[in-house]
């Protein structure tokens, strides 16, 4: 599945987007791998799972947030991505307000 080179700046903004919605709850964990696997970097499951040294099953409950992978597993995953995995506050309110004092400091 090769898709067209996406710039750097395209690909930024497709991050970006993927995580705002993560972030108001829109999307989960594994649908955002999907995506970002899939139209960010073009690569098939086979493909990406050999690239970050974990099955192909493994990625595809991780992408269907099903299964329970391992805090190991999901760094791997999401290690080429740019991200990293990490403690949010659930209650929306309170990752509303950990954001904007990130941007005002």
């Known amino acids: 599945m090769k898709r067209d080179a996406m710039t750097p700046e395209a690909r930024e903004a497709a991050l970006l987007e993927q995580l705002?919605?993560?972030m108001r709850g829109e999307l989960?964990?594994?649908?955002?791998?999907?995506?970002?696997?899939?139209?960010?970097?073009g690569m098939?499951?086979?493909?990406?799972?050999?690239?970050v040294g974990i099955s192909r099953r493994t990625l595809s409950d991780i992408e269907r947030d099903a299964g329970n992978a391992s805090?190991?597993?999901?760094?791997r995953v999401f290690r080429p991505l740019g991200l990293k995995?990490?403690?949010?506050p659930r209650h929306p309110a309170l990752l509303a307000r950990?954001?904007?004092d990130d941007v005002q400091a």
């Open 44 to 51: 098939s499951q086979g493909d990406y799972a050999a690239l």
């Open 20 to 22: 705002h919605r993560l």
């Open 98 to 100: 950990l954001v904007e």
């Open 85 to 88: 995995v990490g403690l949010l």
């Open 28 to 41: 989960s964990e594994g649908q955002v791998l999907r995506h970002l696997r899939r139209e960010v970097l």
């Open 71 to 75: 805090m190991a597993s999901m760094e």
